[in-house]
């Protein structure tokens, strides 16, 4: 079955942390470039982070030097560990390949509050 499952989010005040995972599914991770999306309300969805099969990554100037993208190929997981977060960073976040199919999860919602 082709699926995306995220988790870690949640209520956090601001220059908190949070560390969000995506369970992909095998035939969605192989050897696909995946990256962690947004959408705040309101908004069109964005790329924030970008990770290859090798582990070269890619960040969004809003979340660079405080986000980090990793993966582990052989859990099929990719993890989205946010530092610092600003009441901006309030978005729902999904992961997906990138470039992303159709297909896309839940997403898990990151709330920060000033």
């Known amino acids: 079955q082709v699926q995306l499952v995220e988790s870690g989010g949640g209520l956090v005040q601001a220059g908190g942390s949070l560390r969000l995972s995506c369970a992909a599914s095998?035939?969605?991770?192989?050897?696909?470039?995946m990256g962690w999306y947004r959408q705040a309300p309101g908004k069109q969805r964005e790329l924030v982070a970008r990770i290859t099969h090798g582990g070269s990554t890619n960040y969004a100037d809003s979340v660079k030097g405080r986000f980090t993208i990793s993966r582990d190929n052989a859990e099929n997981t990719v993890y989205l560990q946010m530092n610092s977060l600003k009441p901006e960073d309030t978005a729902v976040y999904y992961c997906?390949?990138?470039?992303?199919?159709?297909?896309w999860g839940q997403g898990t919602q990151v709330t920060v509050s000033s």
């Open positions: 997906n390949t990138d470039p992303y199919m159709r297909l």
């Open positions: 095998g035939n969605i991770f192989g050897f696909n470039t």
